[in-house]
Antibody, heavy 118, light 109 residues
């Protein structure tokens, strides 16, 4: 059974770079059938899609975030990562990683991890 | 890139049916059959309830149904139950990215 687990620092200082990793178990990340993405949710707020990466390394980002966001994939470790640069308090959120099915809107999510910028 | 428009809140009594709307544009909801609905209880990760406008993931009750007309997608919950009280979000493909709805709080009276 596929599982996704987010990991990384829970506290980041303003102006620094937020870095998270999603480790995938129970299935290979090196498949043409899925994208691997990140969605975030500020405390008390709504969901916001951040971006995703294909096994080939091709990336897609939310246009308003693309200048600060980098998503990468490491097929040897079955992991993909998120970096958000120049963070502010507005980047404080629960960050979820997800497997996005190509050609479908069926996603499978991790449990999420809270990152606080302070 | 503005969030898709959902009503802030919808309520109903047990056993009733309610419908949540999700309005976008021809560049997102109206342009693709890639609309999903998520249920989220406090402190929990979102749970997929409907995908590809009207398909059910394994294990999801058929009391939940999805549809789309033009630029508006809808989620209907039939036979409302206490455990349906939660926040609900729609999300739509928009070409090279996804857009979430603003979220709807469902209250069971």
């Amino acid at each position: 059974q596929l599982q996704l687990q987010e990991s990384g620092p829970g506290l980041v200082k303003p102006s620094e770079t937020l870095s998270l990793t999603c480790t995938v178990s129970g299935g290979s990340i090196s498949t043409s059938s899925y994208f691997w993405g990140w969605t975030r949710q500020p405390p008390g707020g709504g969901l916001e899609w951040v971006g995703s990466v294909y096994y080939s390394g091709t990336t897609y980002y939310k246009p308003s975030l693309k200048d600060r966001v980098t998503i990468s994939i490491d097929t040897s470790k079955n992991q993909f990562s998120l970096k958000v640069s120049s963070v502010t308090a507005a980047d404080t959120a629960v960050y979820y990683c997800a497997r996005e099915t190509k050609g479908s809107s069926s996603w499978q999510w991790g449990q999420g991890t809270l990152v606080t910028v302070s | 890139q503005s969030a898709l428009t959902q009503p802030a809140s919808v309520s109903g009594s047990p056993g009733q049916s309610i419908t949540i709307s999700c309005t976008g544009t021809s560049s997102d909801v109206g342009g693709y059959n890639y609309v999903s609905w998520y249920q989220q209880h406090p402190g929990k990760a979102p749970k997929l309830m409907i995908y590809d406008v009207s398909k059910w993931p394994s294990g999801v009750s058929d009391r939940f149904s999805g549809s789309k007309s033009g630029n508006t997608a809808s989620l209907t919950i039939s036979g409302l139950q206490a455990e349906d009280e939660a926040d609900y979000y729609c999300v739509s493909h928009a070409g090279t990215y996804y857009i979430f709805g603003s979220g709807t709080k469902v209250t069971v009276l």
